[in-house]
């Protein structure tokens, strides 16, 4: 029984802290008043994202030593909580580019139900804050995935592709570069084979190998439109 007691009252104060801190703005806090101010001629770039993002600084911190890339993603957030702490996690930290790869969290209704057209205009939010803030922007598409081992049954196998569609067709309109890893990486079913992502859903070493010279390629793009 105390056991019991003891694991409801720590559910319960862990739910207190997320209601209070939603976003998760401590997360990354410290770190951001810790980093220096960008170097002369630096070519700073901040990544937003989720579980995806920081998975791959946890999977291949020899891609980020190699390059002057900061690492914003939190495991399991959506573009609501992105958009919230942008300003601290991307804006302040003075990049030359932003990289930006959400969506599939919110599909997967992490915070809630939401529209593909909801998930657009927060990523349009970012974009837009990015550029009044003369950072440019990579738009990423979302990875694909057949089923979310943590909730099944919402078919992001036919989401996925329909939110990549809006989000190219944003990027195009507004002269943002686009990064198409679902192109290379989808199987038939429009998942990701077992040897890009064992679970599905989150890149293994090989799938961010994949993804990794397709980002420098679009982080070049975005550099060439800043100058």
Not at 5 to 14: D, H, N, R
Not at 47 to 75: A, C
Not at 94 to 114: E, R, Y
Not at 219 to 224: E, F, K, N
């Amino acid at each position: 029984m105390k056991i019991l007691l003891s694991l409801l009252a720590f559910l319960g104060i862990s739910q207190m802290v997320q209601s209070q801190d939603w976003a998760n703005l401590e997360m990354f806090k410290e770190a951001n008043a810790q980093l220096s101010q960008a170097a002369d001629g630096e070519n700073r770039v901040v990544f937003m994202g989720n579980s995806i993002t920081i998975g791959w600084l946890h999977s291949r911190p020899e891609f980020f030593e190699d390059h002057p890339y900061i690492d914003r993603g939190i495991s399991g957030q959506t573009t609501p909580q992105m958009l919230l702490r942008f300003r601290q996690d991307v804006i302040d930290l003075k990049p030359k580019v932003v990289v930006i790869l959400a969506g599939t969290n919110d599909i997967a209704g992490n915070t809630g139900p939401m529209t593909l057209d909801q998930i657009l205009d927060n990523l349009k939010s970012m974009a837009e804050l990015a550029h009044q803030n003369d950072i440019q922007v990579v738009l990423s598409s979302v990875l694909p995935a057949y089923d979310y081992p943590w909730r099944p049954g919402l078919h992001p196998d036919e989401k996925i592709p329909a939110l990549n569609k809006l989000i190219k067709t944003y990027a195009e309109e507004k002269g943002i570069v686009y990064l198409d890893y679902f192109s290379a990486m989808a199987d038939d079913r429009n998942g990701l084979p077992k040897k890009y992502a064992e679970d599905g859903v989150h890149p293994t070493a090989e799938g961010y190998a994949i993804m990794e010279p397709m980002l420098v390629a679009a982080i070049a793009q975005a550099l060439d439109q800043k100058k």
